[in-house]
């Protein structure tokens, strides 16, 4: 059975036609779309983490609050830019975030993508190693992270604190599963691949920082098949999940067609994302229009099928409302269309 979230960048602006002007309304309104999203009968509510921009930026503080005020969904992220992480405090976040939420945390880290801010980590106090990438410093991240979740030692007591002698300190609290629940972030072939060999779950989006000319969903079904293969291979036990975000907008009234019918012959995008040191990426098209296409377009949709998880981002500056109306729609007449069923 598929499962279906929505994910929020969380975006805030004062501009006309915003029903989210501040940082403040961008939060609480995330910690009610969760709320409501439940109650229609989603299983998640993910979000987007940027650093130097008015969007979200600090996740647990709001995965938290979502964990106290559900009793069902997933919450999680896609993704943490683990080149900004201290890994150590991350870890102990994560698991008091975890242990709130009685186990339902879904975090998905990774390199991080495209910015705003030009050696951004650096302002964190992150460097790369001497020969290090940027990209090696956020796996060097994540290797100690998932170390510390796992209740690895990671210092030595004091031995006058301990009566002479030398323990091994782990980071606490621990949340028992939480090394089961965290997701790679991966724009390619190679990246999912190495996701498998770490046993780390899939997430992958509605951009993919490589392109060989064949339609989105059929590279992004091809990322999934070399990552499940690689998880085989490397003899993880555990069975390994996998996510697709799509944007997903159906038409259904005056307002809807206002705001999407120019989306309605969306299609893939490809273009150049120098800072990431691609020639070239692949970008998903939208989805938009009545919900019987929609559901046709994605019951088509190799990696859609393939996948268990599927996360629809959400204009989130349109305020809880409109989105939840949104969502509705999509629960109500498209999702059963790609074996999704209600839980409630």
Not at 17 to 32: F, K, N, W, Y
Not at 56 to 67: E, G, H, M, W
Not at 93 to 108: S, V
Request: hydrophobic share 40%; glycine share 10%; aromatic share 6%.
């Amino acid at each position: 059975m598929k499962h279906i979230g929505f994910l929020t960048f969380g975006h805030y602006q004062s501009g006309r036609g915003s029903a989210v002007p501040t940082a403040r309304d961008a939060i609480l309104q995330t910690i009610e779309l969760a709320v409501a999203a439940e109650e229609i009968g989603l299983d998640g509510a993910y979000l987007r983490v940027h650093h130097f921009a008015r969007q979200q930026t600090s996740p647990f503080p709001v995965l938290a609050a979502i964990a106290a005020r559900t009793q069902r969904i997933e919450m999680g992220t896609a993704v943490i830019d683990m080149r900004y992480e201290n890994p150590l405090y991350m870890a102990e976040e994560a698991a008091q975030t975890d242990l709130i939420a009685g186990g339902r945390l879904q975090l998905g880290i990774s390199r991080g993508s495209p910015e705003h801010a030009l050696n951004g980590p650096e302002m964190f106090g992150h460097v790369p190693n001497a020969g290090e990438t940027p990209a090696d410093m956020a796996r060097r991240h994540t290797e100690r992270f998932r170390q510390a979740i796992v209740g690895t030692g990671i210092a030595r007591s004091d031995p006058r604190m301990t009566g002479g002698r030398s323990l091994s300190l782990s980071i606490q609290p621990q949340s028992p599963g939480l090394s089961e629940r965290i997701w790679w972030g991966s724009g390619t072939r190679a990246t999912a691949r190495w996701a498998g060999e770490q046993g780390m779950n899939l997430m992958s989006s509605t951009l993919l920082t490589e392109d060989t000319g064949v339609p989105f969903d059929e590279l992004q079904a091809e990322q999934i098949a070399i990552f499940r293969q690689a998880w085989k291979d490397a003899g993880w036990q555990h069975n390994p999940r996998v996510s697709v975000s799509r944007s997903v907008l159906p038409i259904v009234n005056d307002l809807d067609e206002a705001l999407f019918g120019n989306e309605r012959h969306s299609t893939d995008q490809v273009g150049i994302l120098p800072d990431l040191g691609n020639p070239q990426s692949r970008f998903g098209k939208t989805y938009a229009g009545e919900p019987d296409i929609i559901a046709e377009q994605l019951a088509r949709d190799v990696a859609v099928r393939e996948a268990d998880t599927l996360l629809l981002t959400v204009p989130n500056t349109l305020g809880v409302n409109y989105n939840i109306h949104l969502l509705t729609t999509i629960v109500e007449h498209i999702a059963p269309a790609i074996g999704w069923q209600r839980t409630l």
